[in-house]
């Protein structure tokens, strides 16, 4: 879109002021019980439905670029295959979570985080750091729990209609509403954008990216739907059911396939009831499913189908006003089915955990224990211990340890002429210490940790298939804080990494891949009577896409700017240039990113 046409008039013209609210942080991933943000014991980002509209987000890879601890890999934009990495450890180390289902492939082992889409969602809590010893497999670097939108008291419908450059079209609508006893939300979006060029590949001999060349944009089309309800009984016993459905076709450039139709669906439902005054139980049920057709040119080529069915029994016992004991067991099955004939084509996986949480005084104190019995790899036992002091002037002092696991996915062990059969699960350690602060309008943390992966699964090129030859180290610093100042709110969130390679090869000592040792993320906003103001600056540094360290990714920083008015009670319009340098950048060798462009928002919110 030629921005010379841009028509900022209409953004300043008829705004009237409008508020802004914040909830309260409550968070449940980082511990599996409700507690706020201050009271936790790990490093946790919460990401409201008001911070993504603040910040006019169009992707979920626009939600969580360069948080504290989080690196982003995409290959040519929207719809495009989007890696998320905690604390430099793999994709695949990173747990996720959609309303308590686990969400993800048993194939590649990660979410498709391209194909859930901004508007169905409430919040996103990230825990960073290991969790196995609370959920089992993956969680080495961390949780990512979304959470669907939620009705609340009365009937309150909501609508937005968007578009901008690259030829984008966005529209989204829903309702939620009930009372104390019965809540209700439904939800419906869309997405249609043309793209831009995915990927400047190189063909054989000599290959590399995408192993083609096709300068065509790769467009994206979506659309998803989302339902959730619930009851709450006289005798408190409380029933919710939901599900969120999104189906995305994608053209991106490739050798071997170039368009892909895919399907990410959520199927939920809890029952909590207290048996007695001290006891809550929670049983929570729900399938999640990745579909995936794949084409070349139109003409179809394979088909990858996972289903993931799993059951969790909680209980949790407070003992007084200072003690809580939560103890519960998870099951989780995997299937595989499609076109690709995998010599083993399910799995399942038996997990039993045991928490102890104590505030005591100035301390708190947590310990969890989890023994899980995997149908291919046995049983394995992680756990975790963490430590809180409150000092005097707002301040507060943590310190942690904690053990997981990861079993390999089954691309990893049985993809034909890729497998290795003979992988064994990667093991983690991770030591961290941490500093928290508020008052005089500022709230700021400082996060240490090193982590150390055994195991860790990397291609061997002798054998030509993943091998267990890696171990790695990763040091890390996090610092956050949030303040307001001469009118502005301001958040800034710094990340420092040493994801190094202790593989005892050649690479021994190299950065792990498509980690940057240095990110940085900036916003700014400012409520000026009439409309709000908003930047966004993110930035990181040299990094690598593989890990002989040969293909070197420059560093790059971004600037987004908002624009956010009130043309009537209940309506407001936003603007946003994203990339306003137009600076050329990759998180991943040879595929795009956007550059300047444009959207416009038109929301509706009683």
Not at 209 to 229: K, M
Not at 351 to 359: E, K, T, W
Not at 512 to 525: C, G, K, M, Q
Not at 585 to 595: K, L, M, S, V
Request: charged share 20%; proline share 4%; aromatic share 8%.
């Amino acid at each position: 879109m030629n921005l010379s046409r841009l028509p900022a008039a209409v953004l300043l013209l008829a705004c009237q002021p409008v508020a802004a609210a914040e909830p309260a942080p409550v968070i449940v991933t980082a511990t599996r019980t409700a507690e706020t943000a201050d009271e936790t014991l790990a490093p946790v980002t919460v990401i409201t439905r008001a911070d993504m509209e603040r910040t006019q987000a169009q992707t979920l890879q626009d939600v969580l670029r360069h948080l504290p601890g989080v690196t982003v890999a995409n290959n040519g934009g929207a719809g495009k295959s989007t890696s998320v990495f905690l604390r430099g450890t793999e994709s695949d180390h990173v747990l996720v979570l959609v309303d308590g289902i686990e969400v993800g492939s048993a194939t590649t082992g990660t979410a498709a985080f391209q194909h859930i889409p901004v508007e169905q969602i409430e919040r996103i809590e990230i825990v960073r750091g290991p969790r196995s010893s609370l959920y089992g497999s993956e969680a080495i670097g961390g949780v990512i729990q979304i959470f669907t939108r939620r009705g609340g008291a009365g009937h309150r419908p909501w609508l937005s209609l968007g578009g901008g450059s690259y030829r984008t079209a966005t529209a989204a609508a829903g309702i939620g509403g009930g009372d104390r006893r019965r809540w209700f939300s439904l939800a419906a979006n869309g997405i249609d954008t043309g793209g831009f060029n995915a990927c400047d590949g190189k063909p054989s001999p000599g290959g590399a990216g995408c192993f083609t060349i096709e300068p065509d944009r790769d467009g994206y089309r979506n659309l998803a739907a989302s339902a959730r309800a619930g009851l709450r009984l006289d005798n408190g016993l409380e029933l919710e059911a939901r599900v969120l459905r999104s189906e995305g076709t994608t053209a991106y450039d490739g050798s071997f396939v170039n368009e892909s139709e895919a399907v990410q669906e959520v199927l939920g439902t809890t029952l909590r009831f207290a048996p007695a005054e001290n006891w809550l139980v929670s049983v929570v049920g729900g399938r999640s499913r990745d579909l995936s057709d794949n084409f070349k040119d139109g003409t179809f080529k394979s088909r990858f189908d996972t289903v993931r069915d799993s059951l969790s029994w909680q209980n949790d016992f407070t003992v007084g006003t200072t003690h809580l004991v939560t103890a519960g067991i998870d099951y989780q099955d995997d299937r595989v089915a499609g076109t690709t004939a995998y010599t083993v084509t399910s799995r399942d996986n038996k997990g039993a955990f045991l928490q102890y949480q104590a505030s005591l005084d100035r301390h708190d104190l947590q310990v969890a224990l989890r023994r899980d019995d995997n149908e291919q790899f046995g049983r394995y036992t992680t756990g975790s211990l963490a430590w809180g002091l409150a000092l005097d002037a707002g301040l507060r002092v943590t310190a942690g340890y904690g053990t997981a696991f990861k079993a390999p996915t089954f691309n990893e062990l049985y993809f034909p002429g890729y497998g290795n059969a003979a992988l064994q699960p990667e093991k983690s350690e991770t030591i961290e210490l941490g500093l928290r602060g508020h008052g005089t309008g500022a709230r700021w943390t400082i996060d240490l940790f090193e982590t150390r992966i055994d195991n860790l699964i990397a291609f061997d090129s002798a054998i030509f298939a993943p091998n267990n030859i890696a171990r790695a180290r990763i040091r890390g610093l996090e610092a956050t804080v949030a303040t307001r100042a001469a009118g502005w709110h301001l958040t800034a969130a710094l990340t420092l990494l040493d994801p190094e390679s202790r593989s005892g090869d050649a690479n021994d000592g190299n950065l792990l891949p498509r980690r940057a040792r240095e990110s940085l993320r900036l916003d700014a906003d400012r409520d000026l009577g009439n409309y709000t103001l908003g930047v966004t600056v993110t930035g990181a540094g040299t990094r690598y896409d593989d890990l002989a360290n040969t293909r070197r990714l420059g560093g790059y920083a971004t600037v987004d700017l908002r624009l956010d008015c009130a043309l009537a009670p209940h309506w407001r319009l936003q603007g946003r240039i994203e990339n306003l340098l137009d600076k050329d950048y990759e998180t991943a060798a040879f595929y795009n990113q956007p550059g300047i462009s444009l959207y416009l928002t038109l929301r509706y919110q009683p």
